[in-house]
């Protein structure tokens, strides 16, 4: 008997999804918001073999509620101008999935969110400037599965910038490197592991610039999301006490 086919993998594609009802630039270049457009990017390269749902901020929990995250193996994560506006409560929930393995791919300005921050245990502080720079993604680690056919380099030709220095952990596996028409240059493809997790962050995609249809890019969220699928067929909730300097294991030892 042949096996049977691996079951689609389970994305949820978050968006704070202000800028979109500002009107302007953003809703014309992603009248379906910037949620929409990452999530037709996955499924445009995983097909069948990935069922994509979206949540945004102003749902209910944010649409992060205990039994969509439950039924999330990846979680994607654009955010810009309302980091704040996101419940303590939702971020130690995604927290608490990420260490027990969900996959988490956070998104240019999502470096400043609460989610990356808290996992990363820094600032995440970097360097910016937007005037439609040309952005080159370099690959500097072609064997890592996020760079699997992304173009080397990946051209945009309109992004914003972002330099060093990045205030963030070293990567476990840095992927891509970028650099600007200014002479910047920026670790814009990082991967970490937490707990049972893996983090993805990838900087491309201002709300100013069309990159999310950029194909290049559309790869590399596919590529990302299939690289941080849980190991296991099934996630497992840890054994979690919270207390103020973080989430511990049954025997006391950090999770």
């Known amino acids: 008997m042949s096996a049977p086919p691996p079951a689609p993998i389970r994305v949820t594609v978050w968006n704070e999804g202000r800028h979109e009802q500002e009107g302007g630039r953003t809703a014309e270049l992603y009248p379906d918001g910037i949620h929409g457009a990452v999530a037709s ?11 994509v749902r979206t949540a945004t901020l ?7 509620t205990e ?8 979680l994607t994560w654009w955010g810009h101008i309302a980091h704040d ?38 600032t995440c502080s970097l360097r910016w400037r937007n005037g439609t720079d040309r952005e080159l993604v370099w690959t500097v680690n072609p064997s890592h599965p996020v760079a699997a056919g992304v173009p080397h380099p990946l051209i945009i030709d309109e992004q914003e910038m972002y330099g060093e220095f990045f205030d963030i952990p ?5 992927v891509f490197v ?15 592991r937490r707990g049972k997790g893996k983090i ?16 290049g890019v ?26 103020d300097s973080g989430w511990f294991g049954k025997e006391g030892t950090p999770a």
Not at 41 to 50: K, P, R, V
Not at 58 to 64: I, K, N, T
Not at 202 to 215: E, I
């Open 41 to 51: 990017g996955i499924t445009e390269h995983l097909g069948s073999g990935a069922v």
């Open 58 to 64: 102003d749902e209910p929990e944010h649409g992060l």
């Open 67 to 74: 039994s969509v995250l439950a039924g999330t193996d990846v």
């Open 85 to 122: 506006e996101v419940s303590d409560e939702v971020v130690a929930r995604v927290q608490r999935h990420v260490l027990a393995g969900m996959g988490l791919v956070v998104l240019h300005s999502g470096h400043f969110s609460k989610i990356f921050r808290t996992l990363m245990g820094t």
């Open 170 to 174: 070293a990567p476990d596996e840095l």
């Open 178 to 192: 970028s650099s600007f028409s200014g002479g910047e240059v920026f670790r814009s493809g990082c991967a970490f």
């Open 200 to 215: 993805f962050y990838f900087s491309p995609g201002d709300q100013d610039y069309p990159v999310y249809h950029h194909p």
């Open 218 to 243: 559309r790869r590399v969220l596919a590529n990302a999301v299939t690289w941080a699928v849980p190991a296991a067929p099934e996630r497992r909730e840890p054994e979690l006490t919270r207390c």
